[in-house]
């Protein structure tokens, strides 16, 4: 998310043509004619995620997002770290009550323990602007097809203002997980240095590399797909 590059999960939700409508008429950016919804194996239209999801607006107004678009805080979407740019998802804060349709078009949040984060327009949507984060629940209702696909899934194990840091860490663990590599980000706090190792093709397999690196490292890494 915010210019950067690079869960269990419960399929219970049959995509329908009726619920592509839906999608449409409630989705802001049909107004421009996306391209058509689309399944196909793989793809976890009918996943479902409960967590803490939090709202990014004025400060990055404009960056580039992870999919290439420019972030426009007014318009319906949101960064996740996984599910691949291109999903749709209704969000509905359990506070409120209150749900919106938006688009997965950026990555983050990269805070241990925060699921979503939403654009400006769509933390006003739920009415969790005010408190800046809300327990939320997420359901992906369909997919916008990209023709880079989704890309291979790492496990996050740090990130470090110096370089040097970043570069001890991925090191010591990269050769447990080949294929890593250090990202580097410019965040409005400043340059970071991420860290992520491995490829993974599917979140178990990267979930459990992760649960491993904690426990032998004492981290807090969290899994992100490389769209890039």
């Not at 269990?8 to 802001?28: E, I, K, Y």
């Not at 969790?128 to 359901?139: A, R």
């Not at 696909?149 to 840091?165: K, S, W, Y």
Request: hydrophobic share 35%; with cysteine; proline share 5%.
């Amino acid at each position: 998310m915010k210019g950067s590059k690079p869960v269990s999960v419960r399929p219970s939700l049959t995509f329908t043509f009726a619920a592509a409508l839906l999608v449409c008429t409630v989705f802001t950016a049909c107004q421009s004619q996306p391209s058509p919804i689309h399944r196909f194996p793989g793809y976890p239209v009918g996943f479902n995620e409960r967590g803490v999801a939090s709202w990014y607006g004025p400060g990055f107004h404009g960056n580039k997002t992870a999919n290439g678009e420019r972030y426009d805080m007014h318009k319906l979407t949101a960064a996740h770290r996984t599910l691949p740019l291109g999903s749709i998802a209704v969000v509905r804060s359990v506070s409120t009550g209150r749900q919106v349709t938006v688009r997965i078009n950026d990555r983050g949040p990269f805070a241990k323990g925060r699921v979503l984060d939403l654009s400006l327009a769509g933390a006003e949507a739920i009415g969790m602007t005010g408190t800046g984060t809300d327990q939320i629940e997420l359901q992906v209702v369909g997919y916008q097809v990209r023709p880079e696909g989704m890309g291979v899934l790492r496990v996050q194990v740090g990130a470090f203002a110096d370089p040097l840091n970043a570069r001890g860490l991925f090191e010591q663990v990269g050769a447990q997980y080949p294929g890593g590599r250090v990202v580097q980000v410019e965040l409005s706090e400043g340059r970071r240095y991420r860290v992520q190792v491995g490829q993974f093709l599917t979140e178990a397999d990267a979930q459990t590399a992760s649960s491993r690196l904690d426990a032998q490292y004492h981290l807090q890494s969290f899994v992100v797909r490389d769209d890039g």
